[in-house]
């Protein structure tokens, strides 16, 4: 019964040992520590040295590429969002913001193009897409357009927690 449970999951493309499987790849820059880049990618130091078969974790390098798994050891996130100060603007990706459009979303590290899936706590779901970079204040994951607060509810209070179900790595 298990062995046709697993060869069912892998049969419609559902990771069974974790919310995402996919992979990031991140080049080690001047004053990153391993738990700093755990910190920003939500997973933990464990995971990493683990999948990169680090042996001493106080010794990685400037420019050494690791390979990270976003959001594995957590499927929560804070999120806040940006709206009219930023109308116009030009977004990491390059393009103009739009307050107005619920795709838009901006992380730290996440790839340019990234897909995610967030659910606020009364099951409302949308996808969103990495475009910009932020948020730049400690605690928060991500930040979304107005339009995307808006759809979640949570424009009033300008902050809240949301369930990170899918990754689907961009860039």
């Known amino acids: 019964m298990?062995?046709?449970?697993?060869?069912f999951a892998a049969?419609?493309?559902?990771?069974v040992f974790g919310l995402n499987e996919e992979t990031v790849s991140y080049k080690v820059k001047k004053g990153d520590t391993l738990w700093a880049i755990a910190q920003c990618f939500g997973t933990?130091?464990?995971?990493l040295v683990l999948r990169?078969?680090?042996?001493?974790?106080?010794?990685?390098?400037i420019g050494q590429v690791l390979k990270i798994r976003p959001y594995n050891a957590r499927q929560f996130a804070v999120a806040s969002?940006?709206?009219?100060?930023?109308q116009g603007l030009l977004m990491a990706n390059g393009e103009?913001?739009?307050r107005f459009n619920p795709m838009i979303a901006a992380h730290k590290c996440l790839p340019l193009g990234t897909i995610v899936k967030l659910t606020n706590s009364e099951g409302v779901s949308i996808m969103v897409v990495i475009k910009d970079r932020g948020p730049y204040v400690f605690g928060r994951d991500f930040d979304l357009s107005e339009a995307a607060a808006e759809i979640l509810g949570?424009?009033?209070k300008?902050?809240?927690?949301?369930?990170?179900?899918k990754i689907s790595i961009g860039g």
């Open 154 to 156: 949570f424009r009033n």
């Open 2 to 7: 298990i062995r046709l449970f697993f060869l």
């Open 52 to 61: 990169n078969k680090i042996k001493n974790p106080n010794l990685i390098k």
């Open 158 to 165: 300008g902050i809240t927690k949301l369930k990170i179900s």
């Open 44 to 47: 933990t130091v464990k995971d």
């Open 81 to 86: 969002w940006y709206g009219a100060s930023f």
């Open 11 to 15: 049969l419609c493309g559902f990771s």
């Open 96 to 98: 103009p913001f739009n």
